[in-house]
């Protein structure tokens, strides 16, 4: 892991333990999904929004509109109309204009497009596995739940400061 994403060098000893945490979770998904990245492009020569965006439509196989794709991928119109013009010119999603409201469109995968994230999401799934490997499953059980309880933002424990 090279400095420029271990974001956990800024960390002190004398900073406080959630700032340690925080850089520390940051460097951990940084590096992760760097990994990800690269190797979906290698790979399947697909970025990792190209990836995100084909895995929403697979969640919904009667599609999804371009507002509702937006919401879920959190990112502008813009962005997801992008997307999905590079991916519909690789015919691996297609776009059927919404009976009721003529200006908007429902995408969907196509069958190519079924096919090739079916690849993707095993090869994406065994990545995972493997650079959370050095977490035995007793231990990737436990951070999920730590994890879990910082989600929701209700500690099980009193909370202190130090």
């Known amino acids: 892991m090279n400095s420029m994403t271990d974001m956990e060098v800024r960390a002190h000893a004398d900073h406080h333990a959630s700032l340690r945490l925080w850089l520390r979770l940051?460097?951990?998904t940084t590096r992760i999904e760097d990994t990800i990245r690269q190797r979906l492009r290698e790979q399947f020569d697909i970025t990792l929004p190209r990836f995100d965006l084909m895995a929403q439509l697979e969640r919904e196989p009667?599609?999804?509109?371009?507002?509702?794709l937006s919401r879920r991928m959190m990112v502008t119109g813009g962005n997801v109309t992008s997307i999905v013009d590079q991916l519909e010119k690789e015919q691996l999603v297609q776009r059927q204009m919404q009976a009721s409201d003529r200006r908007s469109f429902t995408v969907s995968l196509t069958d190519a497009g079924r096919n090739a994230f079916a690849a993707m999401a095993l090869a994406h799934?065994?990545?995972v596995v493997e650079l959370l490997g050095p977490?035995?499953?007793?231990e990737q059980t436990q951070l999920?739940?730590?994890l879990g309880t910082l989600k929701s933002?209700?500690?099980k424990h009193s909370k202190e400061t130090k």
């Open 26 to 28: 940051l460097s951990c």
């Open 62 to 68: 009667q599609g999804l509109s371009m507002s509702e």
């Open 125 to 127: 799934e065994g990545w």
């Open 135 to 138: 977490l035995v499953e007793n």
């Open 144 to 146: 999920h739940q730590l």
């Open 153 to 155: 933002g209700k500690s």
